[in-house]
């Protein structure tokens, strides 16, 4: 299977951007699919997940009430929604796919596949 980021781009803080995250080679069903972002010099950081078979959602404290995972099954790609952007938003975002227990989808070293990443910027 094959993970395709798209959606990034530059907005202003306050402003919104809809990421996208398609799978190619299989479908999600069976999978939870994580975002995580990266900015220079961080590590990389857990913003959200959703268990395909199931709908199950999690989000980081720093993005919950402003982000929102959706999806698209006919197409088979998961949507993060980014609303109130702030400049600390700012990173590469990734999309990943695991099969591990709910409880350790926050750790990027669980996760089997990636996606190429696609930027986000948030001007101040």
């Known amino acids: 299977v094959q993970l395709q980021a798209s959606g990034g781009g530059l907005v202003q803080a306050g402003g919104s951007l809809r990421l996208s995250c398609a799978a190619s080679?299989?479908?999600?069903?069976?999978?939870?699919v994580g975002w995580f972002r990266q900015a220079p010099g961080k590590e990389r950081e857990f913003v959200s997940a959703?268990?395909?078979?199931?709908?199950?959602?999690r989000y980081a404290d720093s993005v919950k009430g402003r982000f929102t995972i959706s999806r698209d099954i006919a197409k088979n790609t998961l949507y993060l929604q980014m609303n109130s952007l702030k400049p600390e938003d700012t990173a590469v975002y990734y999309c990943g796919l695991t099969r591990i227990v709910w409880s350790e989808i926050a750790n990027p070293q669980r996760y089997d596949v990636w996606g190429q990443g696609t930027l986000v910027t948030v001007s101040s």
């Open positions: 080679g299989r479908t999600f069903s069976g999978y939870i």
């Open positions: 959703f268990r395909w078979s199931g709908g199950t959602t």
